[in-house]
């Protein structure tokens, strides 16, 4: 793991995060693969995804910025079937903020997720607008009913069950690395985290986060700008539990996969489900499920003329074809707007 390498280089580049300690799912030196344990788990813990939509700020540069929020409800229903399909018994919980649209929040209920209102965190002068969604997730620290959230980005996928993540020490994050040249470029990685609510450390957070001037060093914009400076140690989470696909190398790299964190560089690559056919066609099938669901929620006429219609299509596979194709009307009007506290 480049979380263990001794090079000048690397040693200068932790000084930028948190301190370092060994998870429950580590020995000590953070390197082995995950094994089993009997702990006892919280008993007001909860699996939490956090989701804001504003149309005036996205990701969107064609005019259309209601095809992010189809596909973003279309991503949290693959995550909460995959969470279904592992036999999760923790409640799910899904708090929205901003713009939000009863219909595309139906499917959630029907498979058993909470569904609440959150306060909208808007992005900081020193944000990137790319990132600029992922301030959301701040707002897990403010869940003071629940004594841990295990907290997922809307774009993972759960392969194995991850109910033991609860009784991990908080805070747990990984530790991302990415190669460059014979260098690590670091980042605490916020896709998965293991927290412990407290409605004080939530209000330090907001000062912080408003309070900065410009990004951290070394850092991207976002949320993990914060959580980089907001803790001075954290606990690391094996790459096992929040993984990507640039890093699974042979099958056995991917049988040892807990969170698969499908990142947007590539989620629709071509080559990779050929290479691993058994977890494509399974990243597939959710993907093609949730598709459905979101359909169904829509109920809309594909006779609509295209210019009045938002759509978010991406083709899932070639050999059988099958695409996603989710469409409503593109001024659709918010069921609510909940920007506030």
């Known amino acids: 793991m480049c979380s263990e390498r001794r090079d000048p280089y690397s040693v200068k580049q932790r000084l930028n995060l948190p301190l370092c300690r060994s998870g429950t799912a580590c020995k ?4 082995v693969r995950w094994r089993a344990f009997s702990l006892q ?18 990701r969107s540069t064609d005019n259309n910025p209601l095809r992010e929020y189809l596909r973003d409800m279309m991503l949290m229903l693959r995550l909460v079937l995959s969470l279904r399909r592992v036999g999760t018994t923790l409640p799910i919980h899904l708090y929205m903020a901003g713009q939000r649209y009863a219909k595309y929040e139906s499917p959630f209920r029907e498979l058993g997720v909470q569904v609440s209102g959150a306060q909208y965190i808007a992005r900081p002068r020193w944000g990137h607008p790319w990132h600029g969604g992922s301030f959301a997730k701040l707002f897990a620290l403010a869940l003071a009913n629940f004594s841990k959230v ?15 993540m609860v009784v991990f020490p908080t805070p747990s994050f990984r530790f991302q690395t990415v190669r460059v040249g014979t260098e690590c470029k670091w980042e605490l990685q916020s896709g998965v985290m293991v927290l412990e609510p407290d409605s004080l450390e939530y209000d330090r957070a907001i000062r912080l986060t408003t309070s900065l001037k410009s990004r951290p ?10 959580w980089r400076i907001f803790y001075e140690r954290v606990h690391e989470l094996p790459a096992a539990y929040n993984a990507f696909k640039y890093e699974l190398n042979g099958s056995e790299n991917w049988a040892s996969v807990f969170v698969l964190h499908d990142g947007w560089n590539m989620r629709w690559s071509r080559w990779w489900p050929d290479a691993y056919p058994a977890h494509g066609r399974l990243l597939a099938d959710l993907t093609a499920n949730a598709s459905d669901l979101m359909i169904r929620a829509a109920n809309f006429s594909l006779a609509t003329p295209r210019s009045m219609r938002a759509c978010y299509h991406q083709e899932l596979s070639r050999r059988p074809t099958r695409v996603v194709y989710i469409c409503d009307w593109k001024n659709l009007t918010p069921s609510r707007s909940f920007f506030g506290s």
């Open 150 to 164: 295990l907290v997922l980005d809307s774009d993972c996928v759960v392969f194995r069950n991850i109910d033991h």
């Open 28 to 31: 000590s030196d953070c390197a």
């Open 41 to 58: 788990p919280a008993k007001t813990a909860a699996i939490v995804l956090l989701y804001g939509f504003d149309e005036r700020h996205t």
């Open 217 to 226: 060093p070394g850092s991207d914009g976002g949320d993990q700008s914060v």
